[in-house]
């Protein structure tokens, strides 16, 4: 997933601001998009195999197996074709169909390393998210892609002069994306070097389930985003609402969570559950202060505060793989994860007080 956040370049973002000034070129900008996304994605795959032996020496197995170097490289390709598939359906403000994406994404890549992929043990579960990851973005451009956009056909395409054009906007966002994302994404890649597979396997599935409610707060800031971008004369009122909102429906994901995330566990095994079962609730937990460091994002997004965001995911990096890594090697993975809501914790009480003055104009 890291190397799937590496390789959009922001691109995505780009498409939610200028989408909207493309009449008859969208589909164009969009597979434009599309295909740019997927040639990097392949060129990144590309070189971080062939440094795997010194980035992630317990991952050079990949290598003795030609179908799991095409799976590996298949799943980077696909991760971010789908975080650039969000947006492009959220630059026709559909967050609606965003959500099912990702619902029906995260419905599938539980099960799946139980019910079909059990034989392959620990990769099992990443290629469950590959899969998973896959057939969502078959189903948005299938079906949710054409729904709008008129004439909708995925196939490659180059648009040079308009890429161009929103590259500015897209890399400074890129980047922020890139320090917001990243302390979470490298997490998985500290456990399996410091406490190998099957540690990795437990944290890994706390992770996933956990960052099921991640999809609340940022379903509610990509609305927000959109939206606020179109009716920038109402963005006070439209963060009131999407902070509210966003917050109960948390509340009420993290509680759902607590009563039945121990019971989905046990699914997987009674050591998932004996392993697994705090480093849940801890990184659920995260999803409320979430809320709060989504939506300073996209108020800053629809103004183009760039700074202001890259100084934000600066901070959260930092703390989060700063604290993260020592907590790692001091507590072990209760540590890690009580980091991460800490991280998160700390921004939220940092971005609070100017978000406070924005809903109250």
Request: aromatic share 12%; with cysteine.
């Amino acid at each position: 997933m890291f190397l799937g956040n590496l390789s959009n370049l922001g691109l995505g973002i780009g498409l939610v601001r200028f989408v909207p000034d493309e009449k008859k070129e969208a589909c164009q900008l969009v597979n434009a998009t599309f295909t740019m996304t997927g040639i990097i994605a392949i060129l990144v795959s590309l070189i971080y195999l062939a440094v795997i032996g010194i980035l992630s020496p317990v991952l050079d197995f990949i290598l003795g197996e030609f179908l799991l170097v095409v799976l590996f490289i298949l799943f980077t390709v696909s991760t971010a074709l789908s975080l650039v598939t969000d947006q492009a359906l959220l630059a026709r403000r559909s967050t609606y169909l965003v959500f099912w994406k990702n619902f029906i994404i995260c419905l599938i890549k539980l099960p799946l390393p139980v019910m079909v992929l059990a034989h392959l043990e620990g990769y099992g579960i990443f290629a469950a998210t590959g899969i998973a990851i896959i057939i969502g973005i078959m189903l948005s451009w299938i079906f949710f892609l054409p729904m709008v956009y008129k004439d909708y056909y995925p196939r490659p395409a180059l648009a040079a002069n308009s890429v161009k054009k929103m590259s500015a906007y897209s890399f400074y966002n890129y980047l922020a994306g890139l320090l917001n994302s990243g302390p979470g994404l490298i997490y998985p890649f500290l456990v399996i070097n410091y406490y190998g597979p099957e540690q990795s396997a437990y944290f890994y599935i706390a992770w996933m389930m956990a960052m099921v409610l991640s999809v609340i707060p940022t379903g509610m800031a990509q609305s927000l985003f959109a939206e606020g971008s179109r009716k920038p004369d109402k963005l006070q009122h439209l963060v009131r609402k999407s902070l509210s909102l966003g917050i109960i429906l948390s509340i009420v994901g993290l509680v759902g969570m607590i009563m039945i995330g121990g019971w989905f566990l046990r699914l997987f095994g009674a050591e998932y559950y004996d392993n697994g079962s705090k480093l849940l609730w801890i990184l659920s937990a995260s999803v409320l202060p979430q809320c709060i460091n989504t939506s300073f994002i996209s108020l800053n997004q629809v103004n183009k505060r760039v700074y202001l965001i890259v100084a934000q995911a600066g901070v959260l990096a930092a703390i989060a793989l700063g604290l993260g890594y020592w907590m790692l090697i001091s507590t072990g993975l209760r540590g890690l994860a009580e980091a991460y809501f800490l991280a998160h914790l700390i921004v939220a009480l940092l971005v609070s007080g100017p978000l406070w003055v924005t809903i109250k104009q």
